[in-house]
Structures are given as structure tokens and as C-alpha cells.
């Protein structure tokens, strides 16, 4: 397993966002890509955080008992989230995931620019073929 690395089965083109977006627009993105969350990009491309849903059903409760209606993606990502490089073994990923709780992870370059990410289904895939490829020979 150690030939295939996150690059190889990562989303090169993921839904994104920016600390400004409101989070009325972040969450009608998630809701219409159908994804549990993406990465938040300064204007270098650098992930400086991540929104889940998680984090926009939290809010979004918030914002309905105080009779809220105006948040930014900034007042609700987590900051500092757990990011993988593209070189990482997917026998690496597989146990990082099976250690933590994210759903999804940006995959980054050393100056933290994003490259794309992996989700717990990637790997999943990912394995399958691996293991179905043993079961061939």
C-alpha cells in the first residue's frame, strides 16, 4: 500500500471559502455541492481554517434563539485544522482518520497553500481497490 499517497486519490478541486463570505452563502454551498465542509483561504491560497457543517448547524441554532441573521465564515471556522501533505501514504491517512474525527482533510503544500483534500470516503475507495487488487492475483 505504501505506492499510493493522498495525492493520488485526493479532490483536486474542492469547494472553498473566504473569511468574509457570509454564512448564509457558505451553507447554501454546502447544501448544493452536497460536502461537509471545505477549507477557508486567505488571499495567498493558504488554508487558515476549516467550516463543517457542524459548525454552521451550531451558528445557525445560535443565530435562530437570539434572533440572529448576519454571521461571516471568519465568526464560525475552526481555526488551525488538521491538514495532510500529498506525499502521505494512504496506510498513513487510513490511520489518521481512524485516530480523529474530521470528515475531511486539505491536502497542503509546505506553505500551506491548498492543493485539494480527502475525505474518509476517498480512502475508503481507495482501500477497496487495494484490497480487491490482492484478491486477484
Known amino acids: 500500500m505504501q505506492h499510493i499517497h493522498v495525492a493520488d486519490i485526493m ?3 474542492p469547494l472553498t471559502f473566504n473569511t ?3 454564512l448564509v452563502a457558505a451553507v447554501d454551498l454546502l447544501v448544493e455541492r452536497g460536502v461537509s465542509g471545505g ?3 486567505n488571499a495567498q491560497s493558504q488554508v487558515i481554517g476549516f467550516l463543517s457543517e457542524h459548525d454552521c448547524i451550531r451558528r445557525m441554532l445560535m443565530a435562530a434563539y437570539y434572533d440572529e441573521t448576519v454571521a ?3 465568526d464560525v471556522m475552526k481555526t488551525s485544522p488538521m491538514t495532510v501533505a500529498p506525499e502521505l ?3 498513513d491517512m487510513a490511520q489518521l482518520i ?3 474525527t474530521p470528515k475531511l482533510y486539505p491536502v497542503v503544500d509546505d506553505d500551506r497553500r491548498l492543493l485539494g483534500v480527502v475525505s474518509r ?3 475508503l475507495k481507495a482501500l477497496d481497490r487495494e484490497l ?3 484478491y486477484k492475483r
Open 132 to 134: 480487491h487488487s490482492h
Open 72 to 74: 461571516l465564515v471568519q
Open 39 to 41: 477549507p477557508v483561504l
Open 20 to 22: 468574509q463570505m457570509s
Open 98 to 100: 481512524v485516530a480523529n
Open 89 to 91: 501514504a494512504l496506510e
Open 11 to 13: 479532490q483536486r478541486h
Open 121 to 123: 470516503g476517498d480512502v
